[in-house]
C-alpha cells in the first residue's frame, strides 16, 4: 500500500515552495490561476487529501458542527438538516447530529458533552421542555466560553445568539387574509403546539387579520392542544355547535387530522370547508385532497444557519455582531382552498 502523498512532497516534485502549495489548495487569491490549476491536478492525480487531524490542531479548529434537532419525525426539521448539510459540506466541514427528543435534560447533557472540544459550533432548535421551563444556562455558558450558536426556528429573546426565524405572524395573517378573499366568514384555528412562542405568533396573525378586516373572534372557533390526543373530539364538538367555512391550522399534523375529520363528516373540501395549514410537507402534499400550505423553506434555513455559523468559526463575522435573519414564506395553493381570480 502507498503513503499518503504530502504537501512537502508536492511541492518538490514541482519545484513550488511548501507555502504555494498550501495556499493553491486552498484556492487563495495570492496564487495565480495557472499554478493553481497545475498544483491542483497534480494532487488530484496523486489522491492528495489533507491531514484533517493535522489541521485542526494547527488551527484549533474541528471543522465540525453539533446540529440539535427536537425531533427528526417532522418533516421541517429534517429539511432544515438538508440545508444545513449541503452548506456544511460544500465548506469542508462535518456534522454531528443529535435529537432531544423535546427533552430539556437530552438537551444539556447533549451540549455540553460535545462543547467538551468536539465541535467549533452549534446548530439548534430548542426543545418543547427547555421552553416551557425557560432554563437556558446551558446556551449562555457556552456562548460566555466563545463558542458560536445559530438557533433556528424556536428561538428566545434571552439567549443572544444569532437566530434564523420564519416571519411566522405575516404568514399567518396571509394565510387567514387569503381564506376571507375567499368568501371565508367563520374561520376557525387549530393548533396542537399551545405553549410555543411559534404558536402565539401565528395565532397573532390570524386574529390581526380578523380585527383587520372587520370580523370579531369567536374563541368558540379557536382549538389550542398541547398534543393531538383529544383533537378529532375537539373538532367534531366546534363543527356541531359553530357554523365554520375555513379553518386555518398552524401546524401540518393539525391539518391533516382536520381533513380526517372534514371527509369522515363527508364535508366537502373546499366547497363546505377550505382549510390551509402550516408547513408545506409530505402530509400537506399527499392530503386528500392536497392541502394549500404555508411553505416555509426549511431548505433555506438550514442553508442560512449553517453559513451564518460558519462565517462566525471563521471569524469572518466578529463573535458579537449579533444577527436575526427572518425567512420569508409563500402560499402553495392546492385543492382544499378556493381558487382566486384576483391577487392581492
Wanted: charged share 30%; with cysteine; aromatic share 6%.
Amino acid at each position: 500500500m502507498s503513503k499518503r502523498i504530502t504537501i512537502k512532497q508536492i511541492a518538490a516534485a514541482l519545484h513550488v515552495s511548501i507555502s504555494t502549495v498550501s495556499k493553491a489548495l486552498n484556492d487563495s487569491y495570492e496564487i495565480s490561476e495557472e499554478t493553481k490549476k497545475k498544483i491542483q491536478a497534480y494532487a488530484k492525480e496523486h489522491k492528495y487529501k489533507p491531514n484533517t487531524l493535522a489541521l485542526s490542531l494547527q488551527n484549533k479548529k474541528t471543522k465540525t458542527i453539533g446540529i440539535l434537532l427536537p425531533n427528526i419525525l417532522t418533516y421541517y426539521f429534517a429539511r432544515v438538516l438538508r440545508g444545513i448539510e449541503k452548506v456544511a459540506t460544500e465548506k469542508g466541514y462535518n456534522i454531528i447530529t443529535c435529537i432531544t427528543n423535546e427533552s430539556y435534560k437530552k438537551e444539556v447533557d447533549t451540549m455540553e458533552m460535545l462543547s467538551n472540544g468536539t465541535i467549533d459550533g452549534f446548530i439548534a432548535c430548542i426543545s418543547e421542555e427547555t421552553l416551557k421551563l425557560e432554563k437556558f444556562d446551558h446556551y449562555k455558558d457556552i456562548l460566555e466560553e466563545g463558542t458560536p450558536i445559530v438557533l433556528y426556528d424556536r428561538v428566545h429573546k434571552d439567549i443572544n445568539c444569532d437566530k434564523v426565524v420564519t416571519d411566522n405572524i405575516k404568514s399567518a395573517y396571509k394565510a387567514t387574509r387569503f381564506l376571507m378573499k375567499s368568501d371565508c366568514k367563520n374561520i376557525a384555528l387549530i393548533s396542537t403546539t399551545k405553549g410555543l412562542n411559534i404558536s402565539k405568533f401565528r395565532i397573532k396573525g390570524y386574529l390581526k387579520a380578523l380585527t383587520k378586516y372587520g370580523i370579531t373572534p369567536n374563541e368558540e372557533l379557536v382549538i389550542k392542544l398541547k398534543s393531538e390526543k383529544k383533537l378529532k373530539e375537539r373538532i367534531n364538538k366546534m363543527l356541531d355547535e359553530n357554523q365554520v367555512d375555513g379553518i386555518f391550522t398552524i401546524d401540518e399534523v393539525s391539518a391533516a387530522i382536520t381533513t380526517q375529520v372534514l371527509n369522515k363528516r363527508n364535508i366537502k373540501i373546499p366547497e363546505d370547508i377550505a382549510i390551509i395549514g402550516f408547513t408545506n410537507g409530505i402530509l400537506s402534499r399527499y392530503s386528500t385532497p392536497p392541502l394549500t400550505s404555508v411553505n416555509r423553506f426549511a431548505h433555506t434555513t438550514g442553508e442560512v444557519a449553517a453559513t451564518r455559523l460558519i462565517n462566525k468559526i471563521e471569524e469572518n463575522i466578529p463573535f458579537n455582531d449579533i444577527k436575526t435573519e427572518i425567512i420569508k414564506t409563500e402560499l402553495v395553493e392546492r385543492e382544499s382552498t378556493k381558487k382566486l381570480f384576483i391577487k392581492f
